[in-house]
């Protein structure tokens, strides 16, 4: 058995199950209930039920017992790694590429890629998902942190938790954002109608914020700075779906529709045109800035845009009228 010690954070006031899985990034939730229901998480030196809240300052333990071998592969993908040390590293993550395995895909994943270029990763993400400390949509780009040990693992997803760490994402949406900048905040929960979907709701669901300035506009669209002050699943994509500038090329959310609400009929054929030449969410996560979980100095990196986002931006400048569209997909 491996033990894992943890003190409730400040604002701690979630179920014990969620806040293991989603908070600490110990393992999934499912797998939390197991230990749960065996008895293998404590508060306070007390087994406790799932549904148990905890209260800021109480100190929990955790034994997880040592992990099965995945039978996952190593796969010599090559990676764009940012930065590296014998704690952690950052990969800037291609358009195409799944972070980790799951229903149906096994390998050509980021774990497959790391499998190959690491020898130990944390253990905290499970089976599926070790050194995972936090991750993006497949046609989603850009910097991922991955962790090497369980203490940096465990430190990093306090850090998320606690909205330690920025994260800067640059996106191109639909329409002209108004105010220029704001905060959108909503409770974000999976979708009824489809689960497969995330969605705003009134009831139930997880508090999301999304800081966000327009950097740029052009004739139907604007290019945008976003800052996440939490991380749910698809947030920036839902959130602004939901004022009505979904992400531009998002084939879920709306952002490929072929009407767009206040775009002139020559403004259309332009935009099907840009639609044609990129098949994904135009969605960057730019920048990461956190304090380092063994040295304690400030770590501040970047990735630049992607050549997909890059020539859609050029597009909308009007820099290249007149010129062959070229084709950008989501492999």
């Not at 070790?130 to 306090?158: F, M, N, Q, Y």
């Amino acid at each position: 058995m491996k033990e894992i010690r943890l003190v409730a954070g400040a604002g701690a006031r979630d179920r014990v199950d969620r806040y293991l899985s989603e908070i600490a990034g110990i393992a999934s939730r499912s797998q939390i209930q197991r230990l749960l229901k065996s008895g293998l998480v404590t508060i306070e030196g007390e087994k406790v039920k799932a549904s148990r809240r905890l209260r800021p300052g109480e100190a929990i333990q955790v034994l997880v017992p040592e992990p099965e071998p995945s039978g996952l592969s190593a796969d010599a993908i090559p990676l764009d790694i940012v930065y590296e040390d014998q704690f952690l590293l950052v990969v800037n993550k291609p358009a195409g590429m799944v972070v980790h395995p799951g229903a149906g895909v096994s390998r050509g994943t980021l774990v497959n890629a790391l499998l190959a270029h690491c020898k130990d990763l944390s253990g905290i993400g499970g089976v599926l998902r070790p050194g995972i400390v936090h991750r993006l949509d497949k046609c989603t780009t850009g910097l991922v942190i991955v962790a090497k040990d369980d203490a940096t693992h465990l430190k990093l997803s306090e850090d998320l938790a606690a909205r330690k760490v920025g994260r800067t994402y640059e996106a191109v949406v639909w329409g002209k954002p108004a105010p220029k900048a704001g905060t959108i905040e909503t409770m974000l929960g999976r979708s009824r109608a489809d689960r497969k979907k995330m969605a705003v709701l009134r009831e139930s669901g997880r508090k999301a914020i999304t800081g966000y300035r327009v950097v740029e506009e052009f004739d139907f669209a604007s290019r945008i700075e976003v800052n996440l002050k939490t991380g749910r699943t698809h947030q920036i994509r839902v959130h602004f779906a939901h004022i009505g500038h979904p992400v531009f090329g998002d084939p879920v959310y709306g952002g490929r529709r072929r009407a767009y609400r206040g775009v002139s009929i020559s403004g259309m054929a332009e935009a099907r045109r840009l639609l044609a030449g990129i098949d994904r969410q135009a969605l960057h996560a730019r920048e990461l800035r956190f304090v380092h979980p063994a040295g304690g100095q400030e770590v501040r990196l970047t990735a630049p845009l992607p050549e997909d986002m890059q020539w859609l931006l050029r597009e909308l400048r009007g820099a290249s009228q007149g010129a062959a569209p070229g084709r950008h997909g989501c492999a």
